[in-house]
Structure formats: structure tokens, C-alpha cells
């Protein structure tokens, strides 16, 4: 079996077909889906899907870099409410995000700091996410590494250097998407270089479709298309993968 350990499909992207979309994943051989929250925003179509399937959903908690601005103390104020309120499986998406807007730098590594804390603080599973900002965010996880803090670098796609100084951590793990699929990625020969132990599967669903759906909406069944292109690289059975990665991702949030 599969676990999408990122997906949006509680985005308004998929409101004419998501019942139709949910089961294509569950064909796919999805087993459960983690749903990563972005800000306030999202919270509410996020939990109403949770809440159709709670033993197939889990939702997660976080305030997202890029939406971090000069209110970002009230929304602090917001995430803290919220885990103070009702179980969640992670908290996510957190990081920085510099590719877009630097504006919020100094905003961004505070809010994350604080997120790592409570992720420590209530044991929970942190979602990292970080575009353009590598030393930013490792630097920020490094201070705050210890035996609790465990969690996944979502949508890793960077070097061997970066993968192994992530591992180094001790209990983070690579979350790796249809970025793998591209034909421009170095992605796989970095893979190579790199144990299937240390990753989970995902798919950042509407967003990264693999091949052969490029450019199209992605949705979580497509997860099978990213096991499928692990399963080449490594010269492993897809079954293989998908028990390694399901192991790391049911530990990791404690899904059972
Ligand atoms: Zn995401």
C-alpha cells in the first residue's frame, strides 16, 4: 500500500470531483492520505474533508512562509488555539519560502522557530517547507534538533550535501513527489547516491503532477507514478517501495 503524505485535495480545485478523485486514490492503492494545512484559509475545507473519512484523512496544523506577513502574531495566536483545541497528526506546512517574496525573512525563521518549539513541545511530526532558502531553514531545524523533533523535508529535490546533512538529523525523512518523473531532474541520480529507507511518498497534489499528466492537476493516486519511477531507480519490486515508504510514514505520524 501507498501513503500520500502531502496532498491539498481539500482545495477548491477539486470541488466538482472530489469524492470521484478520493476514490481513484483508494484504487491506487492509497491507504491514507495526510492533508497539510496552509493558513486560516484553509483550515475549515481541510477539516470538513478530514471529517468524511477520519481513519483514511489526517489533517495537520501550521501556518504556511509564504503566507506570513506583518499579522503573523495573530495567526501564531491562531496555530497555537488550534492545537490546544483538537488532535492533530502534524504540524505543517511550515518553513520559509524565499522565492517568491524575501520581504518576510526575519518574519518567516520566527514563525518557523515558534512552530518547531510546539512540535517538540505537543510531539508531533514537523511538515518542512523551504524554496530558496536551504541554509535558512537548516539552520533554524539544527538549533532546535533533538530527540523529538522528527519530521519530513517536503518536496526534496536538492543535492546529496543537502539530503545528507538533513539525515544527519536523525529522524527526518525526504518526502519525495512527481519532481522525480521530470526529465530536467537530477533528482533521481541523487536518489541513487541515497537509501530508500529515508524517504515517504507524496504529491503535493493539485501542484508537481509526474509524467506522463505533466502540467495537468495533480491528485493523490498519481502517488503510484512516483513509487512506480522510486521502484526503477532503485531496482526494487513497486511493492517493495511502497512497503518501505508506508513503514517510514505510518512511524512517523503513528498513523496505527
Ligand atoms: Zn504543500
Same mark, same amino acid.
Not at 497528526?89 to 511550515?94: H, N
Not at 512527481?178 to 531532474?185: A, E, I
Given at each position: 500500500m501507498l501513503i500520500d503524505t502531502h496532498s491539498h485535495i481539500y482545495l477548491p480545485e477539486f470541488d466538482e470531483d472530489r469524492t470521484e478523485v478520493v476514490n481513484r486514490a483508494k484504487a491506487a492503492g492509497v491507504a491514507h492520505i495526510i492533508l497539510p494545512n496552509v493558513d486560516k484559509e484553509t483550515l475549515e475545507p481541510m477539516l470538513a474533508l478530514e471529517a468524511t473519512e477520519p481513519e483514511y484523512f489526517s489533517a495537520t496544523i501550521g501556518l504556511h512562509p509564504t503566507s506570513v506577513n506583518a499579522a503573523y502574531k495573530d495567526e501564531l495566536v491562531w496555530v497555537k488555539h488550534e492545537l490546544d483545541r483538537r488532535p492533530y497528526?502534524?504540524?505543517?506546512?511550515?518553513g520559509i519560502d524565499? &522565492?517568491? $517574496? %524575501?520581504?518576510f525573512r526575519r518574519e518567516q525563521i520566527m514563525v518557523f522557530e515558534q512552530q518547531l518549539q510546539w512540535a517538540i513541545e505537543y510531539d508531533l511530526p514537523v511538515i518542512i517547507h523551504q524554496r530558496d532558502a536551504f541554509d535558512d531553514t537548516i539552520a533554524c531545524v539544527e538549533k532546535y534538533n533533538c530527540d523529538k523533533l522528527r519530521g519530513i523535508f517536503h518536496s526534496f529535490g536538492d543535492s546529496v550535501e543537502f539530503a545528507r546533512r538533513i539525515l544527519s538529523l536523525g529522524n527526518f525523512y525526504l518526502g519525495i513527489n512527481?519532481?522525480?518523473?521530470? %526529465?530536467?531532474?537530477k533528482l533521481s541520480s541523487v536518489l541513487e547516491?541515497?537509501? !530508500? $529507507?529515508n524517504l515517504v511518498l507524496e504529491t503535493d497534489a493539485p501542484y508537481l503532477? !509526474?509524467? !506522463? &499528466?505533466?502540467?495537468k492537476r495533480n491528485e493523490s493516486a498519481y502517488v503510484l507514478l512516483v513509487a512506480q519511477k522510486l521502484a526503477e531507480i532503485y531496482h526494487l519490486p513497486i511493492g517493495e517501495i511502497g512497503a518501505i515508504t508506508e513503514q517510514n510514514s505510518r512511524e512517523l505520524f503513528r498513523l496505527d
Open positions: 497528526c502534524a504540524i505543517g506546512e511550515v524565499l &522565492y517568491w $517574496d %524575501k520581504t512527481g519532481v522525480v518523473t521530470f %526529465k530536467n531532474s547516491q541515497l537509501s !530508500p $529507507d503532477t !509526474p509524467v !506522463p &499528466y505533466r502540467g
